[in-house]
């Protein structure tokens, strides 16, 4: 796969979060030292406290790394590639059927290829934006429900805040992202690149910085 252009997390939020995690790998050492330190002073019950803080600690870094470094929207001017978290919306295993597990496990990955000479329309916008400019049958609805009926405030907020890139083809098949953070002009280039092998797309946004950019 020859890439040509690739959208995915700013540069400034991918450094930033380098140094957050670089910090808390640090602590996590610490209380790995704190760990034995204890256990040869025969405090078990400190013990106890520093690894329940380790892996917390490391918890923390794995879901950091999948929610900054592990998404993108690629295209070689042929198809567009979407990696993608594989419950779609949230870089945790918000599906695991143990609850309390459900914000400590990293979700998977998948990779998707779609021809762009097959895409008949790509959207970006929140959920709302993007339920009212498809058929209400589409399987984004479908799969956003579970989240939206969520008794948790912070999942029903996050989803409903978020800017998703949508594409739509021609068979009805549809493929999307969450594009918090991901850099703008990035995903202009990519939209611009699929207009024109493919002019008959059609491009929507409920954005002003996507409009903005799309005029120059």
């Given amino acids: ?30 209380a790995l030292v704190m760990i034995i330190y204890n256990l040869v002073r025969e ?10 803080a380790t892996i917390l600690a490391g918890t923390y870094v794995l879901i950091r790394i ?13 198809s567009v590639y979407i990696k993608n978290w594989s419950n779609d919306f949230l870089p945790y295993d918000y599906e695991n059927k143990i609850k309390i597990l459900s914000e400590f496990i990293p979700a998977k990955t998948k990779l998707v290829e779609v021809p762009i000479d097959e895409i008949s329309s790509v959207l970006i916008g929140t959920k709302n ?24 405030f912070y999942r029903k907020r996050t989803i409903s805040s978020m800017d998703i890139f949508y594409v739509e083809t021609y068979d009805r ?39 903005k950019l799309m005029i120059k």
């Fill in 129 to 152: 934006f993007i339920k009212r400019n498809i058929e209400p049958d589409m399987e984004f609805i479908d799969n956003i429900k579970m989240l939206e009926k969520s008794k948790d």
């Fill in 43 to 52: 405090n078990y019950l400190l013990s106890i406290a520093w690894l329940i």
């Fill in 66 to 78: 999948n929610t900054v470094f592990s998404t993108y929207i690629m295209t070689d001017k042929r």
């Fill in 1 to 30: 796969m020859a890439a040509e252009l690739k959208a995915c997390t700013k540069a400034s939020y991918r450094r930033k979060s380098t140094v957050i995690i670089t910090f808390v790998v640090l602590l996590s050492c610490f």
């Fill in 173 to 211: 098949e549809c493929y999307y992202i969450p594009v918090v953070q991901f850099d703008t002009k990035d995903i202009i280039k990519i939209v611009q690149a699929i207009m024109r092998l493919n002019p008959n797309m059609n491009f929507k946004s409920s954005s002003r910085a996507y409009r």
